[in-house]
């Protein structure tokens, strides 16, 4: 088996590798609004003293990750959402000087930047978190923003080819002691070298969310961490797809491949008032422009039908296209329980209000993933 193969129980001990079956992370707190389109009252506001507070909570509870979402342009209407984010290796860099446990992610695009500079910025960020970090790979990029960057829009084929010599080359540089040459499609590499190696062993974990077939092929072959964009109303297809997935991973790969979903939490004391906290913030108080604007720039507008759009707009009003998780404490959990028991392993949560959300997530739900089995008291937080 080779280095880059190798069990979770022989790489590098890390948070996302640990035995709870509901793993957590907290997500799109790098952003202006987090992963809410909305104008409510209490919603994210962009500020370093707050996320260092929110990455302080998430590390005293035990949360395995930290995860940003990555954009370098807003998409209009009235709040301009993910106009104002912090980029993701600096972030990541900050809030790694600033935790003990929780794995720091940041969220690269791949055409963005050049691969020797990605994987010395990653083993960098590494060292200041003496092993906790981990590289969200995407493989593309939304069109609003390909004019800042001045490169042409990859096809879709054309785009994972890319990414996946981005991440050979990187992946090189974390492993190979000495010179290397590489000579692709798009990449030429002369007398490659990097020192020092990630603290990691065999290299810091990789995330990925393709959806298509090519995407989840290179999933399958790269990423220790499988997003899936879950949506409720085909729930119970998740449980073949995950084996699927899985099976692919392994078969082919000879690798094992966690599965994680996100999910946008409305937690209040009774179902009615999270559905109607919910409507308020989406219905009442959501930016349908800067949505609207968000979908177009994904081919969404034309590609579905119009309740399937409409459906899909409301939860990334809601939550960044997110899972709805939204109702009780216990019912949220026992939500939890369903998916885990389909095959997810993990969930990035966003919430409207991340700080005093997070919080209630903390004194009010994981005591219950705890009592139901499905996480182990956290020893060691700050």
């Known amino acids: 088996m080779a280095a880059s193969e190798l069990e979770p129980a022989q790489r590098t001990p890390c948070a996302l590798f640990n035995a709870n079956r509901v793993k957590l992370a907290v997500f799109g707190f790098n952003c202006d609004y987090g992963c809410t ?25 035990g949360i395995e990750a930290l995860v940003p ?26 809030l790694a000087a600033a935790t003990r446990h929780t794995m720091v992610f940041c969220t690269s695009h791949v055409p963005t930047i050049h691969p020797i500079v990605a994987a010395k910025q990653a083993t960098t960020i590494d060292y200041i978190s003496n092993g906790r970090f981990g590289i969200n790979v995407v493989c593309g990029r939304p069109g609003l923003e390909l004019g800042m960057f001045g490169t042409p829009m990859l096809d879709h084929e054309t785009a994972y080819a890319y990414a996946e010599e981005w991440l050979q080359i990187v992946r090189q540089l974390w492993t190979v002691d000495g010179e290397f040459d590489y000579d692709g499609q798009f990449f030429h590499i002369q007398r490659g070298f990097q020192q020092p190696k990630p603290i990691q ?3 810091p974990p990789i995330m990925n969310a393709g959806s298509s077939p090519t995407g989840r092929r290179y999933a399958a072959r790269y990423a220790d961490m499988a997003f899936i964009n879950a949506r409720r109303e085909n729930r119970e297809d998740y449980r ?4 699927n997935l899985r099976r692919m991973a392994h078969e082919e790969f000879g690798r094992p491949l966690q599965v994680w979903a996100h999910g ?19 219905r009442e108080r959501g930016d349908w422009v800067a949505v609207d604007n ?35 404490a216990e019912q949220i959990v026992d939500e939890l329980a369903i998916m885990a028991d389909l095959g997810f392993d993990g969930w990035m949560l966003s919430w409207v209000d991340y700080e005093a959300e997070l919080r209630q997530w903390i004194d009010e739900i994981m005591p219950l993933l705890e009592q139901d089995g499905l996480r182990q008291p956290f020893v060691g937080g700050a």
Do not use: K
């Open 201 to 203: 062993r065999p290299y």
């Open 264 to 282: 946008y939490v409305v937690c209040r004391p009774t179902e009615r008032e999270a559905r109607d906290y919910l409507h308020y913030y989406v």
């Open 240 to 243: 073949a797809d995950i084996a």
């Open 294 to 328: 968000l979908t177009a720039s994904m081919g969404l507008n034309e590609r579905l039908p119009p309740e399937r759009l409409a459906s899909m707009q409301f939860d990334f009003v809601a939550g960044w296209g997110g899972y709805p998780l939204v109702g009780t």
């Open 37 to 61: 389109i909305t104008t409510a009252e209490g919603r994210w506001a962009l500020d370093w003293p707050a996320t260092l507070r929110v990455a302080a909570l998430a590390d005293a509870a």
């Open 69 to 94: 979402i990555a954009r370098w342009r807003g998409f209009g209407g009235e709040t301009n959402f993910a106009d104002a984010t912090f980029e993701t290796f600096t972030w990541a860099a900050g």
